[in-house]
């Protein structure tokens, strides 16, 4: 089973406008963080956010939140006001902390293109 | 900045060759992981290594690869005896982990190596 889900291959934006990237989890640990990376056309992958299990509060950075549903196991990305930079590959990726493998699992990415 | 660096941006080989890339994390970081990412896929995690000593291997890593992280620096993946499907993009990462714990700990990553064996 897919741990880590992103249903929205592609999304085309208006600039300005606010963006919703969807990520779903599948996991039975208690402790796990959810991050999300932006990669640009050059490749390089770019860490935006972070979400833990026990937090109580939906993170922000700057104009990124995640909108994080626990019961639904939902960690959505929310970024404010688009612009042309933000164009590029989102992934949604995972860590779990009951000892299993160390390093994240991701999603299969969502295209982002941000139109003038 | 002193990010996670990455030698070479490109790699062009020949089927059969051996190759081998280099990855420098960032100093203070104490965990190295080595990813995979092929076409329209996210990275698939290949390896890690806590300091000098590689902890995990993923199924994807076959026996014509290795990796090393002598002295618990840099570290080095090389690929024997490469073939076609072996062409993709391989990301380094790094990150600072405390004895309380890793997953709340992002990984910083690399600008990747680009691997076409043709």
């Known amino acids: 089973a897919q741990k880590i889900t992103q249903t929205q291959p592609g999304m085309f934006v208006q600039e300005k406008e606010a963006v919703t990237l969807d990520c779903t989890y599948d996991t039975s640990d208690p402790s796990y963080g959810l991050f999300w990376y932006k990669q640009p056309s050059s490749g390089e992958m770019i860490f935006l956010i972070y979400?833990?299990?026990?937090?109580?509060q939906n993170a922000t950075e700057g104009r990124y939140s995640l909108n994080f549903q626990k019961a639904r196991k939902s960690a959505n990305l929310v970024i404010s006001a688009s612009q042309l930079g933000d164009s590029a590959m989102y992934f949604c990726?995972?860590?779990?902390?009951?000892?299993?493998?160390?390093?994240?699992?991701f999603g299969k990415g969502t295209h982002l293109i941000i139109q003038p | 900045d002193t990010g996670v660096s990455q030698n070479p941006r490109h790699k062009i080989t020949k089927r059969g060759q051996n190759v081998t890339f280099r990855c420098d994390p960032i100093?203070?970081?104490?965990?190295l992981y080595w990813y995979r990412q092929t076409l329209g896929q996210g990275p698939e995690f290949l390896t890690y290594f806590q300091n000098e000593a590689q902890l995990e291997k993923s199924r994807l890593l076959s026996d014509r690869f290795s990796a090393e992280r002598p002295k618990g620096s840099f570290s080095t993946l090389e690929i024997q005896r490469t073939e076609q499907g072996d062409s993709a993009m391989y990301l380094c990462a790094s990150s600072l982990v405390t004895v309380l714990g890793s997953y709340n700990s992002p990984l910083h990553f690399g600008n990747g190596t680009r691997l076409t064996v043709t």
């Open positions: 990726a995972m860590r779990e902390g009951g000892g299993g493998a160390d390093g994240l699992t």
């Open positions: 979400q833990g299990s026990y937090d109580q």
């Open positions: 100093s203070e970081h104490n965990r």
